[in-house]
């Protein structure tokens, strides 16, 4: 990790920028690099923070993303008659790095927890497996983890 992280500081006084892995540039004026320690070590701070915080972002998009699409192959709709898909699953809001969906009970729920976690673990781009926590409640306070990895009701 070290080593990484001293990469990505070079790079930047290579180049002048440095990218998520995604590929989203972050540009820095060299000549700052130069005027002091404090502003270098200041920098360096940002270059870190950013590779981690854009690449983290980027990764949480292209899950929404393929969540998103892998529902609406599950779920499909007719734009011509509702401009809204009715589906039994809605992403209702991202904290960070957290998902939170309302999923109606049904005879689909177990199947479609378990394709959310799927798409959300896997990420082709950077060819890791991400693990991801289900948690199940009727509201935030009454949320619990579940360990299982296919039946939830």
């Known amino acids: 990790m070290t080593q990484y992280l001293d ?12 990218q998520s892995i995604y ?5 820095f004026d060299l000549n ?24 983290a972002c980027d990764i949480m998009k292209v ?5 998103n699409q892998t529902l609406d192959r599950m779920f499909p ?6 401009p809204t898909p009715i589906r039994p699953v809605y ?20 199947e ?7 798409v959300m673990e896997r990420n082709d781009h950077i060819n890791l497996l991400l693990p991801v926590q289900i948690k199940l409640g009727d509201n935030w306070e009454s949320m619990i983890s579940v360990q299982s990895r296919n039946r939830y009701f």
């Open 23 to 27: 590929g989203h540039p972050l540009y």
């Open 32 to 55: 700052q690099m130069t005027s002091s320690e404090t502003m270098k070590a200041r920098i360096e701070r940002q270059v870190i923070n950013f590779v981690i915080q854009a690449s």
């Open 91 to 110: 992403l209702v809001l991202q904290i960070h790095d957290e998902l939170i969906f309302e999923i109606e009970i049904n005879l689909r729920t177990n």
């Open 112 to 118: 479609i927890i378990n394709i959310i976690r799927h």
């Open 77 to 82: 709709f007719d734009l011509k008659i509702r």
């Open 63 to 67: 899950a929404m993303e393929r969540i």
């Open 7 to 18: 990469d990505i500081k070079r790079c930047v006084l290579d180049i002048g920028y440095v």
